[in-house]
C-alpha cells in the first residue's frame, strides 16, 4: 500500500522533517555532475548527495581519503546548475574538518559560497561536535553520519558492518542523540545491523537515512554508478541494480566502434 506524497515544489531541510512526521521515506542519491544531476533532480530524487565517493567512482581512487575541497566544490557546483528540486547536500571531504573547529567553519563557508550547495555532510559523533557546532552557528545546515565511516576506514581496517558489538552500538545511540541534540537537520547510518539502525530511527525526531541500515529508517540513500550498474565490481548485500548500465554502454560502444571501422557510420542522412 502506497503512502500519498506531498507535492514539494523544493525539497528543504524542513522538508525531510515534515516527510519524517508524516510518515513519507525520504528518497537519497549520489550525483556528481550537471548532466546526472539534472537526470536524477527530473526523475523526483528528494536529496542529492554529492558525495566524497566522487574519489571513487570518479576518480578511480581506493579510498574517499584522496579527494580535495576544491575538487568538492567543483563537484557540488556542477551539481547545483542541474538540480531545481532537490535538496544538494556536499560531503566535507577527509582533513577538511577533523583537526580545527575554526578550519571546518571554513570549509563550510567555502562548500556553500562557491558551490551554491544547500547544506553539509560530516562524519562522526562526539570527536567532531565542536567543528558541528561551529558550522551550524553560522547557519549552515549539518546532516551527520555514523556507523561505517569511510573516512576512518584505516581506523576500521575493513568494510564489514559496524556496531554489532553491545559496546559499539552504545556509543552510536549515544552520538546519534547528541548530533540532534546540538542541532543536525538528519542523519546518514551506514552499513550498521537493521533493528539498531530502526532503534536509532524511532528514538530520535530527525530523519535517519540508511545505506546498508534496513528498512526501518526514514529514508535511503545509494552512490548512483552503484545502482545503476555502470560499476559491475561492487555487489554488497545492500545494493539493487536498477539496471545494468555497464552491460547497456559497453555494447553500445562496441556497436559504434563497428560501425566506424566498416564505414557504416555514418551514412548519408547522418552527413551535410
Do not use: W
Not at 526523475?43 to 568538492?72: C, F, K, R, W, Y
Not at 567543483?74 to 560531503?91: E, F, K, M, P, Q
Not at 556496531?163 to 552499513?191: M, N, P, Q, Y
Amino acid at each position: 500500500m502506497s503512502t500519498a506524497k506531498k507535492d514539494y515544489k523544493k525539497i528543504t531541510t524542513k522538508s525531510l522533517i515534515d516527510m519524517k512526521a508524516q510518515g513519507e521515506k525520504i528518497s537519497m542519491l549520489t550525483a556528481y555532475d550537471y548532466t546526472m544531476a539534472k537526470i536524477v533532480d527530473s526523475a523526483g530524487i528528494d536529496v542529492i548527495l554529492v558525495g566524497d565517493s566522487a574519489s571513487n567512482v570518479m576518480a578511480g581512487h581506493e579510498t574517499t581519503l584522496p579527494i580535495t575541497l576544491d575538487q568538492m566544490i567543483y563537484h557540488a557546483s556542477s551539481v547545483v546548475r542541474g538540480a531545481d528540486r532537490a535538496l544538494v547536500v556536499v560531503d566535507l571531504p577527509f582533513g577538511s574538518y577533523q583537526s580545527d573547529p575554526k578550519e571546518a567553519l571554513r570549509s563550510a563557508i567555502r562548500i556553500m559560497k562557491e558551490s551554491g550547495g544547500h547544506a553539509v555532510k560530516l562524519e562522526g559523533g562526539k570527536e567532531i561536535k565542536e567543528s558541528i557546532k561551529k558550522i551550524l552557528n553560522a547557519g549552515i545546515p549539518v546532516m551527520g553520519h555514523l556507523g561505517l565511516t569511510p573516512q576512518s576506514i584505516y581506523k576500521f581496517g575493513t568494510y564489514t558492518v559496524r556496531a554489532k558489538e553491545e559496546e559499539e552500538a552504545l556509543k552510536l545511540i549515544e552520538d546519534a542523540k547528541l548530533l540532534e541534540k546540538i542541532g543536525c537537520f538528519s542523519l546518514v547510518l551506514e552499513k550498521i545491523p537493521a533493528k539498531l539502525a530502526q532503534q536509532i530511527a524511532e528514538s530520535i525526531s530527525i530523519p535517519v537515512i540508511g545505506i546498508g541500515a534496513g528498512s526501518g529508517v526514514d529514508g535511503q540513500v545509494l552512490v548512483i554508478h552503484d545502482m545503476l550498474g555502470m560499476n559491475n565490481e561492487f555487489s554488497p548485500r545492500f545494493l539493487r541494480r536498477y539496471m545494468n548500465l555497464y552491460e547497456g554502454m559497453t555494447s553500445a560502444i562496441s556497436q559504434y566502434v563497428d560501425d566506424v571501422k566498416s564505414k557504416d557510420f555514418p551514412n548519408e542522412k547522418e552527413q551535410y
